[in-house]
């Protein structure tokens, strides 16, 4: 990657001229206007303050001393006030970045293999339960990161850790074994588990009877009772067939689910064993705590009736990652409202020796609100299944679809259809910045004019159809005539692609590689109104396919490395 050719060759002259043992940390930036240069060093501002020299010298001294390798490597340099060094790619390296991307198609810009494995938890929602809305984020998000990660370089495992145990389902059980009907539950599961689960937890309050018989039906369970067991089994079997059909609408793919309670048999020696080592101590009153020397509170990890709790899951789950997979790191995909929580379930981790602090990592989000801002929740405030969230917007996707195409079939128009709204709620989740809350808004994300996934859609489609009416070929360009601003701008936008997907990938932010694709979009956009293709003179119009075709191949990729698909026609 340019980028880093650069930063390194900056470091190695600047060590030498300055006799530097470590340079400062500088930056290598692609600026927004390219008429800033394609790549934008502040090394010389950095070092004028460290060597107390004048920046624009600075600048000078190192930008002579890079002359033959900046020639070597098709870059002309410029200096400005009030010490930046630009570098502007010239008109060989662009034809030559071409040729590689239409060499390499979707393997342009991917990374060489690193070392490391990366365990990425993501989704994890609770079943007896429909997939929420709420669970929306965790899942793109955790999705576009399994995906960019991996087309860096990392070895990456995709996993939920969906809540399957806990005092809760034990008043499910009891609701069921009160009022359920196995025909009306075979019937509607999910939604028919929910209701038992609500009906016996209304119930129970101010009841401290039903309270006992909840907590009874799950000390039951945790004992290994024969018919609380199947019944558990068969409502977590219903839960799963239910997630999955709506990850296969969303097209997420999870590798492996290992819910809370397959760490159940092992936490009574986790305990036991941090007791005896001195890293956990007993209570009066026989609960069990882990002592955090930078944190407000203990962290309990046995309730004083004996009963482990969610942090000793947690921590069974961590030791049994970075054995099962030798991972070097977990990331966790949870919402903010999730931090403290995953922090001291972190100090503990380190505490008990099972990871480096370093190991761990949050990834966190804002909430998903509902149109107006308010929260997203039925009129009673209970939770909105994500599956109605998704018809919705394919059902809106469908008018768009309809208005662009009135001639397709009715099947390309549903599968268009289900391309477009699908795509439109991922991208409008993804390119917003991850820590904010954002508010759903359906017509900004369908915009097909906007900031949305149907707008890049579209622009790829429309390129495609270009390709479609040509006979090609389109692999066949002279660089030199390719030579208008906007195919030049086009080209160098195409460059920063593997920059772009790097940085997206290690800082964890999608939105990066959303905006990208965005104003990748835009400037098809622009040369779609600028230049003529199809009627250009031959030469030019084969070098003008060409690059329309890397563009497309770009988009395509780009998208899918968000989990959003491109539809050759809309
Ligand atoms: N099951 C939790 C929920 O649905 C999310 C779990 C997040 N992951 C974790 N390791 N705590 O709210």
Known sequence: ????????????????????????????????????????????????????????????????????????????????????????????????????????????????????????????????????????????????????????????????????????????????????????????????????????????????????????????LEEGDKENLRLWKWFARESYKDFNK????????????????????????????????GLAQKGADGSVVIPLKDSPTPEIIRKSDGATIYTTRELAAIRHRFKKWRADKILYVAANQQTFHLEQVFKSAVALGLAKRAQLGHVKFGMVLAPGGKKFATREGNLIPMEDVLKEAEERAKKIVEGLNPKLSQKEKNKIAHTVGIGAIKFFDLSQNRLSDIVFDWNKMLNLKGASAPYIQYSYARLKSIIRKSKGPFTQFKSELLKENAEIALIKHLTHFPEIVADSAQKYEPNKLAEYLLRLAEKVNTLYEKVPILSAEKEIKNSRLALINAAALIIKNGLGLLGIEASERM
């Open 1 to 220: 990657m340019m980028r880093s050719k650069i930063k390194n060759i900056l470091v190695e002259t600047a060590s030498k001229k300055f006799g530097l043992k470590q340079v400062p940390d500088f930056s290598v930036e692609i600026p927004e206007n390219s008429a800033h240069g394609d790549y934008a060093a502040n090394i010389a501002l950095v070092l004028a303050r460290q060597l107390k020299k004048n920046p624009l010298d600075i600048a000078r001294i190192l930008d002579m001393e890079l002359e033959a390798w900046s020639l070597k490597h098709g870059l002309k340099t410029e200096i400005v006030p009030p010490g930046f060094i630009n570098f502007f790619l010239n008109s060989k390296i662009l034809g030559e970045t071409l040729k590689d991307i239409l060499k390499k198609k979707n393997k342009f810009g991917r990374g060489q293999p690193q070392q490391g494995t990366i365990v990425i938890e993501y989704s994890s929602p609770n079943i007896a339960k429909p997939l929420g809305i709420h669970h929306l984020r965790t899942t793109v998000i955790g999705q576009a990161l399994v995906n960019t990660l991996r087309f860096v370089g990392w070895k990456v495992v995709s996993l939920s850790f969906p809540g399957d145990w806990g005092t809760q389902f034990g008043n499910l059980i009891a609701g069921y074994k009160r009022w359920g009907k196995p025909e009306k539950i075979k019937q509607n599961p999910i939604k028919e588990l929910l209701k038992l689960y609500v009906m016996f937890s209304q119930a129970a309050q101010g009841h401290p009877e039903m309270t006992a018989e909840g907590r009874r039906e799950f000390k039951k």
């Open 246 to 277: 709506v990850y296969k609408i969303l097209g997420v793919k999870i590798e492996h689910t290992i819910g809370e309670s397959f760490y159940e048999p092992e936490l009574k020696k986790l305990v036991d064993d941090a007791i005896k080592k």
